[in-house]
C-alpha cells in the first residue's frame, strides 16, 4: 500500500508540527515552510488565528494540536509564539523571532512601546489596526525575493486590537525542549529582545535573515526543525 507523506517520515517519530503565524498574518503566509517540511515527510498544520484574543486563538491551536496524532513539535512566530506557549499536549516548541512569554506576560509588556513594529501600525476600522503594504517590504520581508514579497503584501489582514496584550496563564515551554531562531537583520522585533528570549529557550540557531525567515529560508528552517526533532 502506498504511504502517505505524512507516513512516510524517516528518523522522526511520525511527526505531526503544528505553525503559528504572527499578527497581521494568515496560514497562506507560512506556505513555504510548509513545503519544505512536506519535502521532509512531515505533516505540517497551519490553524488561523485572529480569534478575538490571545485567549481564544491559542483555544484554535489547542484544538489543532488535540487532532494530531501524537504530541507534536508546535514551531511559533512573532506574536505566535505567545500563542503557543500556552498550549497542553506539545513534544517541543521552535520560536522564529518569537515572542516567549512567561505566566502574566504579555507581548506588548516584553516588546515595550518603543517596538519597531510600533512605529508602522496604523488605525483601520472598528479597533482594527494594519501595517502598510509601502513598508511592509522593509518591516517584515527584508531578504525575500521581490515574488515572495508580493504574494506576502497581498495575503497581510488587518488585525483585532488587543491580541497582543493578552497575557500568558501558562509556559509550556518551560515543561519542553524549545529552540529559538534569532534573526538578526529583523526590523519588526529587536534581535535584542530575541536574544533575551532565546535566553529562556533550551537552544538557540542565529539566523542572518528578516523577521519572515520562514519565508526567505523556509529549507534552512525546515532542516533546523528536523535537525531538532531528531536529537529528542
Keep these: 500500500m502506498k504511504r502517505s507523506i505524512c507516513d512516510s517520515l ?7 508540527v503544528v505553525l503559528v503565524h504572527g ?3 494568515q496560514p497562506g503566509h507560512m506556505r513555504p515552510l510548509v513545503k519544505a517540511l512536506e519535502a521532509r515527510g512531515i ?3 497551519v490553524p488561523r488565528l485572529h480569534r478575538g484574543s490571545l485567549a481564544n486563538d491559542t483555544q484554535a491551536v489547542q484544538e489543532a494540536v488535540d487532532a494530531c496524532r501524537g504530541k507534536p513539535l508546535v514551531v511559533g512566530h ?3 509564539g505567545a500563542v503557543a506557549t500556552g498550549l497542553e499536549g506539545v513534544e517541543a516548541f521552535v520560536f522564529m523571532a518569537a ?4 505566566v502574566g506576560e504579555s507581548c506588548a509588556v516584553l516588546g515595550g512601546p518603543n517596538a519597531p513594529v510600533n512605529a508602522w501600525v496604523r ?7 494594519y501595517i502598510p503594504a509601502d513598508v511592509a517590504q522593509d518591516l517584515f520581508y527584508g531578504d525575500c525575493t521581490p515574488g515572495d514579497v508580493q504574494i506576502a503584501k497581498r495575503l ?3 488585525q483585532a486590537s488587543g491580541h497582543g496584550r493578552g497575557e500568558i496563564v501558562a509556559a509550556g515551554w518551560r515543561h519542553a525542549r524549545s529552540l529559538y531562531l534569532i534573526c538578526t537583520q529583523d526590523r519588526a522585533m529587536s534581535p ?3 536574544q533575551t528570549m532565546a535566553e529562556r529557550c533550551t537552544d538557540a540557531r542565529t539566523f542572518h535573515a528578516s523577521h519572515s525567515v520562514y519565508i526567505s529560508r523556509p529549507h534552512a528552517v525546515a532542516d533546523e526543525i528536523m535537525a531538532f526533532a531528531r536529537a529528542d
Design 78 to 80: 512573532s506574536y505566535g
Design 123 to 129: 488605525p483601520f476600522s472598528d479597533g482594527y489596526s
Design 23 to 25: 499578527l497581521y498574518h
Design 192 to 194: 535584542d529582545l530575541q
Design 43 to 45: 505533516c505540517a498544520k
Design 156 to 158: 497581510l489582514v488587518p
Design 10 to 16: 524517516i528518523g522522526v517519530r511520525n511527526l505531526d
Design 99 to 102: 515572542f516567549v512569554p512567561d
